[in-house]
């Protein structure tokens, strides 16, 4: 069993932190006072026995989506089990693939209803949901690896802009890939999506059978994990140039096709010092586009 739901105001005193179990979300609300306060309660409400709600349904959750899978009851696992579904014809992919975004999708979405913002985002991990009145702008900066927070680029998403959901994919995270991926940041119009294209587009970077790239059963690391037997990258060791465009090559041409099919509206990749993005005026990098690979 988990602890109970803890809630609490950041020092900035802006911020509002949602922990429960796995879930760690990092609320921000703008607007009256009074609209900010019923929007934070409004969160705290519906965050208290969300987890237990994913809980009751987590043995579907973890099982791969199929043509004649049965749909979730719950909205949040609903929401998951739609953003994975268009992959599900190609490749093995559950519900949990979406979960970190499905989740803040739903905490900002009664935000939302219970009062008139601005702005606001949930962030549940770096998978971010997003509400932005007219006017209203975000910039978010694109880091090189989950776990080296330094950024090789930024993006700047207006109200008029299709996005309202960020996620970021990649070996070194909190979650397994099956790529080599670094980082794989995907803009799209909902979260839950951004959050399995994301996954979906990280373990597209790869380069089957390399003798630098150490993978693992992810039942060997995490007896429970969703992914089975299925293999998961542990290290990636140093690679030649040409290798690393090899595999980035394969990761954008993953995103320009769920682009063209209209489930995401941008993406960037980074892999050993080499970042490539979609093209798109909403990202913008920071560094060269090529720098010295590294181990």
């Known amino acids: 069993m988990f602890e109970p739901p803890a809630a609490r105001l950041l020092p900035d005193g802006r911020r509002l932190h949602l922990q429960q179990g796995p879930i760690d979300l990092v609320v921000e609300a703008t607007g ?16 208290d026995g969300l987890l237990a709600e994913l809980c009751d349904e987590l043995a579907l959750l973890r099982s791969p989506v199929r043509a004649i899978s049965p749909v979730p009851a719950g909205p949040v696992a609903r929401r998951m089990h739609e953003a994975v579904a268009p992959f599900a014809a190609e490749i093995f992919i559950t ?49 090189e690896r989950p776990d080296r927070p330094s950024l090789f680029a930024t993006a700047s998403i207006a109200a008029s802009d299709p996005v309202r959901g960020i ?62 037997a299925l293999l998961v990258t542990r290290h990636v ?40 993005t979609l093209a798109t005026p909403m990202i913008v990098q920071e560094e060269p586009k090529r720098r010295p690979a590294r181990a």
Do not use: K
């Not at 009256?32 to 965050?47: C, G, H, I, L, S």
């Open 32 to 47: 009256p006072a009074d609209a900010v306060e019923a929007a934070y309660r409004a969160a705290m409400a519906r965050f």
């Open 95 to 143: 519900p949990m693939a979406a979960v970190a975004g499905a989740v803040a999708q739903e905490i900002l979405g009664v935000m939302v209803a219970a009062a008139p913002l601005s702005r606001a985002y949930v962030n549940n991990g770096g998978d971010i949901a997003l509400h932005l009145a007219p006017g209203e702008q975000f910039r978010i900066g694109l880091v």
């Open 167 to 228: 996620a970021t994919s990649g070996y070194p995270g909190r979650s397994f890939s099956r790529g080599i991926a670094e980082a794989v940041t995907v803009l799209a119009a909902t979260a839950a999506m951004a959050d399995a294209a994301a996954t979906v587009i990280a373990n597209a970077v790869d380069l089957p059978g390399h003798p630098a790239i150490e993978r693992l059963p992810a039942n060997a690391i995490q007896a429970d994990s969703d992914l089975g």
């Open 237 to 276: 060791g140093r690679l030649s140039e040409a290798e690393i465009e090899t595999a980035l090559a394969a990761g954008l041409r993953r995103a320009q096709a769920l682009q063209g099919a209209g489930l995401i509206v941008a993406a960037a990749m980074h892999l050993q010092g080499v970042s490539r």
